[in-house]
């Protein structure tokens, strides 16, 4: 008899769990970086505000990256309904579409929702956590390219 090796652990259980999530959240906020980079000589003018407001939010969402690293071991818990690695490819597929978009209102778009699932991982209420991983799905997904 063959057993899985595979198993899908429930998320953020393990302080290496909490660690993962801030990682790829970091690299988002590089591709972040990369697409204000590219969008913001592109900016309407009634849209001249718009880069440096989003630049403003990728370094607070660098800021919460950083948080779940220092307080990793404080925030792992049980109780969360998804995946680790479901939580993962949607923060792959946020990453991607970050890399793919043409527009700042969607970037604004993807910027916000990662922002909001990023602070929910401060929560204890796995509900709340469950919630914003579903609208940011919701977001990568609404974004077309």
Same mark, same amino acid.
């Given at each position: 008899m063959i057993m899985d090796n595979k198993i899908e652990l429930n998320a953020l259980?393990?302080?290496q769990q909490v660690r993962e999530l801030a990682l790829s959240i970091m690299r988002a906020c590089g591709a972040i970086h990369e697409s204000l980079r590219e969008l913001s000589g *592109? %900016?309407? *003018?009634e849209n001249?505000? @718009?880069? !440096?407001a989003l630049l403003t939010e990728e !370094?607070?969402? #660098? =800021? #919460? %990256?950083?948080? @779940?690293?220092i307080e990793? =071991? #404080?925030l792992a818990r049980a109780g969360i309904t998804f995946s680790q690695q479901e939580m993962l490819e949607t923060l792959e597929l946020l990453d991607e #579409?970050? *890399?793919e978009t043409t527009s700042l209102k969607d970037l604004a778009e993807l910027i916000n929702s990662a922002t @909001?699932? %990023?602070n929910s991982a401060m929560s204890m209420q796995p509900s709340v956590l469950s919630f914003l991983l579903k609208n940011l799905q919701g977001a990568v997904n609404k974004i077309e390219l």
């Open positions: 259980q393990t302080e *592109k %900016a309407e *003018k001249s505000t @718009l880069p !440096y !370094y607070a969402l #660098r =800021s #919460r %990256a950083n948080t @779940l690293i990793a =071991s #404080r #579409r970050i *890399k @909001l699932f %990023a």
